[in-house]
């Protein structure tokens, strides 16, 4: 979370970057829109042409434009600078080549649509850019739909266009007129007559011919979509009796049908495939006790230890030795609550000998020993039952003391998924809902009577912040919800914006409905039930548990960083709690599953896996989940399937953001199609 400040919004618009063009620039792309996991990329000030230049992460929204200025090659491929941004990789663009040359988009493609819309996918409202689709007017102006006026106002779809960022309808009602993105709405199937040819005799006056009146005949047609087959009832085809010369004249006209409508057998629903893919329950290795005493973590040639294990539900004393103590970048302020638990113990047995790795594991370390990466990782492809743990480095370079399985790392946004399931957990017990306001919680926020928990959970309150951080270290929750309250900005406008904002004031919102602190609410609704032993406040973590220091890479070895509480002690409900690598699987999986909120509180908090960011983690097409976060040079992220079987945790205390996120997706790829680890 260690980020720069959001790019400058433009009238509530997507950002459009302008800038002259050089000469450099003929042969390249114009425009282009940035591929940015959970709204970050890797900014270079100048051209990297060195293998030492170290890029920064830089915000940046979904429906940004911004203007080529020039495309050279670096040392990593080619490169291109952005006007008023800097130095991207190529392959993290996109080209945009609808785009009109004050740097707007235009509209590609749009026609009549006559369509009823069934839900707003969840919401409570969404905003409606009324003067065009988003980016195709260099100022927005937004309105708010809520779901109260649907049927009020008459609201329905009467057009569809699209542009380089997608499909958008345009809605119409009595008080209500505006565009919005296709992914927010969910339409009533439209299901159209059918033109079913009849045949109708025509007379001309001519010569008599006898005809029988009573022929008739029988025509049966049907047609196929994509919902199944639709049966079009039976049309008498009539001979009309008559002492006239006939002839026979078809006529096409619409009549009234019947249809039934019958379901594909091989289309099967996601609730359906998601009950067929319940994970395992979780088993419990028993750890014999060994006959000498543990001892300490023996780093191999590559530095790692491994270990295979179930998900602990059971604590089993092991108490690794720790030769020198932490350096003093761990120390605790003595200005916060320092009093610590008991050291953990843990279900994980360190290596204490090299261990022979399968093709997979040693696909996956040399993902990791390329990447120059230290740190902890956790796979599985088979739910709790199936778990693999290798630890990575140091965790201490100077004192050579080295990562292991069940250390703590910073979760840094992983955390908004623990705060997401505190929120759902008061929302099951009817202590809250989705369209609960702000106002009845902190009402002196602007706009505070039109923001939602659900707008919250899912970053389109309007609220923006950049990253302060304070002066001193914050004394308490009430001081970093005050500090939150005092540089937030409310904007009223209801797009997708990530904010850490958002959290900490779900943190507090949790705090007041209960009557205890946030802290509390996690001991008692995540760690108690779950039975966690290595998830603490960040500065509770026990004293002589290892505690990883962060580092960057460089040629001449590794480069200690700081580690800032006083960043730290103002990310409440947004990055404030350290855990393991499996006490996170845990939470996680329990949370997908349904184990810890219900299976209809998973099947809200996800807004029913809708493709996009709710209650703290990003659902992805192909049923995957991704949350990732950056903190203090610490980077985590967790990738997997949307029901917790199939997970990758990645926790780094040495890596970059997107080497760890690429990391991750390579190894989740490798975790998927391999059915032995």
Aim: charged share 15%; hydrophobic share 40%; glycine share 6%.
């Amino acid at each position: 979370m260690r980020r720069l400040q959001l790019l400058g919004y433009l009238g509530g618009m997507s950002l459009l970057i302008g800038g002259p063009m050089t000469a450099t620039a003929a042969s390249i792309p114009n425009f282009v829109w940035v591929k940015a996991d959970s709204g970050q990329v890797a900014v270079y000030s100048e051209l990297p042409r060195k293998s030492a230049s170290k890029p920064h992460e830089k915000r940046v929204s979904s429906t940004s434009v911004f203007r080529v200025i020039q495309q050279q090659s670096g040392v990593h491929g080619v490169y291109l600078d952005l006007a008023h941004f800097g130095w991207v990789a190529k392959a993290a663009t996109v080209k945009l080549t609808h785009v009109k040359s004050n740097g707007t988009l235009s509209i590609v493609k749009q026609q009549r649509l006559t369509a009823q819309i069934a839900s707003l996918n969840g919401r409570q409202s969404i905003s409606l850019t009324t003067n065009g689709p988003i980016a195709t007017q260099t100022h927005t102006n937004y309105r708010e739909l809520k779901r109260s006026q649907l049927q009020r106002d008459g609201v329905h779809v009467s057009k569809v266009a699209w542009t380089d960022f997608g499909q958008f309808y345009w809605l119409q009602g009595r008080q209500v007129a505006g565009w919005v993105n296709a992914s927010q709405l969910r339409l009533k199937p439209v299901i159209k007559r059918e033109a079913v040819r009849v045949t109708k005799r025509v007379v001309e006056p001519t010569k008599k011919v006898p005809v029988s009146a009573k022929k008739k005949s029988l025509v049966k047609t049907e047609k196929v979509n994509h919902r199944g087959t639709i049966y079009v009832k039976p049309v008498r085809q009539v001979s009309v009796a008559t002492k006239t010369r006939v002839t026979a004249k078809t006529v096409t006209r619409p009549i009234p049908v019947k249809v039934k409508l019958v379901a594909r057998p091989d289309v099967v629903s996601k609730p359906a495939l998601r009950n067929k893919l319940k994970p395992q329950p979780i088993v419990v290795k028993k750890v014999t006790p060994a006959t000498t005493k543990p001892a300490t973590p023996v780093k191999t040639a590559n530095q790692k230890s491994t270990v295979q294990t179930a998900v602990p539900t059971k604590q089993v004393k092991t108490n690794p030795v720790v030769s020198k103590p932490v350096t003093a970048t761990n120390v605790k302020p003595t200005t916060q609550p320092t009093t610590a638990p008991a050291k953990p113990t843990s279900t994980i047995t360190p290596a204490v000998a090299p261990t022979k790795l399968s093709p997979t594991m040693a696909k996956i370390d040399a993902i990791m020993t390329q990447n120059h990466f230290m740190g902890t990782l956790l796979v599985t492809n088979s739910g709790p039952s199936g778990v693999k743990i290798q630890a990575f480095g140091d965790a201490n370079v100077a004192d050579k003391v080295a990562n292991t399985t069940d250390e703590a790392y910073p979760l840094a946004s992983l955390q908004k998924a623990v705060t997401g399931a505190l929120v759902q957990q008061l929302i099951n017990s009817g202590k809250l809902t989705m369209s609960t306001t702000l106002a009845k919680f902190y009402p002196t926020v602007p706009y505070a009577s039109q923001i939602t928990i659900r707008e919250l959970l899912d970053h389109t309150s309007g609220i923006r912040m950049g990253e302060p951080v304070p002066a001193t270290i914050l004394p308490d929750e009430a001081a970093a919800v005050a500090f939150t309250l005092s540089h937030l900005t409310s904007t009223n406008q209801h797009v997708w914006s990530y904010s850490n904002a958002n959290f900490t004031l779900l943190a507090g919102i949790i705090s007041q409905v209960t009557g205890q602190s946030y802290w509390h609410n996690v001991q008692t609704g995540i760690i108690a039930p779950l039975k966690l032993k290595n998830m603490y406040l960040y500065n509770q973590v026990p004293t002589g548990a290892i505690t990883p220091a962060s580092y960057t890479y460089e040629a001449t070895g590794s480069k200690a960083d700081a580690i800032s509480l006083v960043l730290l002690s103002s990310e409440l409900g947004c990055g404030n709690l350290y855990a393991s690598v499996s006490d996170y699987y845990t939470v996680i999986n329990s949370l997908l599953s349904g184990k810890l909120d219900g299976r209809a509180g998973i099947n809200q908090l996800a807004d029913d896996y809708a493709l996009q960011y709710s209650g703290g983690i990003y659902y992805q097409a192909g049923n995957l989940v991704r949350i990732g976060g950056a903190d203090n040079s610490f980077h985590t992220v967790y990738v997997g399937t949307n029901d917790g079987r199939v997970g990758v945790v990645l926790f780094t205390n040495q890596s970059g953001w997107t080497a760890a996120n690429n990391a991750a997706k390579q190894i989740l790829k490798l975790v998927n199609t391999n059915e032995q680890l």
